[in-house]
């Protein structure tokens, strides 16, 4: 099978919304009146960012899901993305099922695939993002890391820490029951990109990133670029570490210090973080019950820089927590 055939075969579907889709030698999209533009990339590299032997299914799913997570960060509403391939063969069965888990996510969200480039290589996925975003009276209602300010509330939607859960026992560093296992497997290889609520968070939500890298690590990309600090409480972030099966944990040798551990640093997780004024509270609760996600408070914005944690008495702790970085 040739790379004409190979497009066609997979990824190549009548054009829904965008005015013009795959087989020309641009894609043509129409953002709506009164919207602009959100753009992302993501780019997924075997034995970097998932294991060669990885279901190609749940692979398609998290190559857009990580990439619709970037524009539920930004509030925006997903309209089409683009998908760029190096494939070292033409293995059918993989492409068949890679494909259908790439448009089982994309039809879930509307998201339309426009185009890409495929070719020979070392397997490798890169997608761009298309998404739109309101702009009312001139000024543009994506939600950006830039907007916290002192006294807002520190929120994360979902659970984590469940995502490097289930790393840690691929790489064979803990043995899970089997029942956690797949729950825990679940959450690292098809993760649930928070679209709805984002969207239901403009005009609500002071700052908004994706917890990709893992929980602190992002928040400091917020802190940084508000150039605000914050202070979380352990005691409340240590209640999301695997909603409803955390007391199997402990029984497979995660330990409470390793658990607050996996959730502040663990990576992977694709859950919202975000900041709100304190008056917003209802406003924040009722947007989690329209996009049926919840969200938890997790602390605060301060004006002194820096990100502080304080254990279940208010004293800080002094522990520290690297998260993910490809080149340190
Ligand atoms: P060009 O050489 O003009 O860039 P290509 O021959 O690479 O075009 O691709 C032909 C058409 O197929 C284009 O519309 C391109 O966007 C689309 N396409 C190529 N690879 C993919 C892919 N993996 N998924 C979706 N569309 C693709
Ligand atoms: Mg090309």
Redesign the pocket.
């Given at each position: 099978m040739g790379?004409?055939d190979?497009?066609?075969r997979?990824?190549?579907r009548p054009a829904a919304r965008a005015a013009l889709?795959?087989?020309?030698?641009?894609?043509l999209l129409q953002p709506a009146p009164g919207t602009q533009l959100a753009i992302s990339s993501d780019m997924l590299v075997e034995g970097r960012h998932f294991f060669a032997d990885v279901d190609p299914f749940a692979l398609g799913h998290k190559a857009l899901a990580v990439n619709l997570s970037d524009l539920a960060a930004c509030g925006a509403k997903p309209l089409a993305f683009?998908?760029?391939?190096a494939l070292p063969r033409v293995d059918e069965a993989w492409l068949a099922a890679f494909s259908k888990g790439l448009f089982a996510l994309a039809d879930a969200h509307g998201c339309e695939?426009?185009?890409?480039?495929?070719?020979q290589g070392p397997l490798n996925i890169c997608i761009t993002v298309f998404g739109e975003v309101p702009v009312l009276n001139g000024k543009s209602q994506a939600l950006l890391r830039s907007g916290a300010r002192p006294g807002d509330d520190v929120y994360v939607s979902g659970t984590l820490g469940d995502a490097r859960l289930a790393l840690e026992a691929l790489r064979g560093t803990v043995a899970l029951p089997p029942d956690l296992l797949a729950q825990a497997r679940q959450r690292l290889e098809q993760p649930a990109p928070r679209v709805a609520l984002g969207q239901a968070l403009r005009g609500i939500a002071s700052a908004a990133i994706d917890v990709s890298d893992g929980l602190l690590g992002d928040l400091r990309h917020i802190l940084h670029t508000s150039k605000t600090g914050a202070t979380l409480e352990t005691a409340l972030v240590i209640n999301l570490v695997a909603a409803g099966s955390r007391s199997d944990w402990p029984t497979a040798g995660i330990d409470a210090e390793k658990q607050m551990a996996f959730a502040l640093a663990g990576g992977d997780d694709y859950e919202l973080a975000f900041t709100a004024p304190a008056l917003a509270r209802e406003a924040v609760q009722a947007a989690a019950r329209q996009a049926q996600t919840p969200v938890s408070r997790i602390g605060r914005i301060d004006a002194d820089p820096g990100l502080r944690l304080l254990d279940a008495a208010g004293a800080l702790l002094e522990r520290r927590y690297a998260s993910f970085d490809h080149f340190a």
């Amino acid at each position: 099978m040739g790379e004409f055939d190979l497009i066609a075969r997979y990824f190549t579907r009548p054009a829904a919304r965008a005015a013009l889709g795959v087989g020309d030698d641009c894609a043509l999209l129409q953002p709506a009146p009164g919207t602009q533009l959100a753009i992302s990339s993501d780019m997924l590299v075997e034995g970097r960012h998932f294991f060669a032997d990885v279901d190609p299914f749940a692979l398609g799913h998290k190559a857009l899901a990580v990439n619709l997570s970037d524009l539920a960060a930004c509030g925006a509403k997903p309209l089409a993305f683009t998908l760029a391939l190096a494939l070292p063969r033409v293995d059918e069965a993989w492409l068949a099922a890679f494909s259908k888990g790439l448009f089982a996510l994309a039809d879930a969200h509307g998201c339309e695939l426009v185009g890409g480039d495929t070719t020979q290589g070392p397997l490798n996925i890169c997608i761009t993002v298309f998404g739109e975003v309101p702009v009312l009276n001139g000024k543009s209602q994506a939600l950006l890391r830039s907007g916290a300010r002192p006294g807002d509330d520190v929120y994360v939607s979902g659970t984590l820490g469940d995502a490097r859960l289930a790393l840690e026992a691929l790489r064979g560093t803990v043995a899970l029951p089997p029942d956690l296992l797949a729950q825990a497997r679940q959450r690292l290889e098809q993760p649930a990109p928070r679209v709805a609520l984002g969207q239901a968070l403009r005009g609500i939500a002071s700052a908004a990133i994706d917890v990709s890298d893992g929980l602190l690590g992002d928040l400091r990309h917020i802190l940084h670029t508000s150039k605000t600090g914050a202070t979380l409480e352990t005691a409340l972030v240590i209640n999301l570490v695997a909603a409803g099966s955390r007391s199997d944990w402990p029984t497979a040798g995660i330990d409470a210090e390793k658990q607050m551990a996996f959730a502040l640093a663990g990576g992977d997780d694709y859950e919202l973080a975000f900041t709100a004024p304190a008056l917003a509270r209802e406003a924040v609760q009722a947007a989690a019950r329209q996009a049926q996600t919840p969200v938890s408070r997790i602390g605060r914005i301060d004006a002194d820089p820096g990100l502080r944690l304080l254990d279940a008495a208010g004293a800080l702790l002094e522990r520290r927590y690297a998260s993910f970085d490809h080149f340190a």
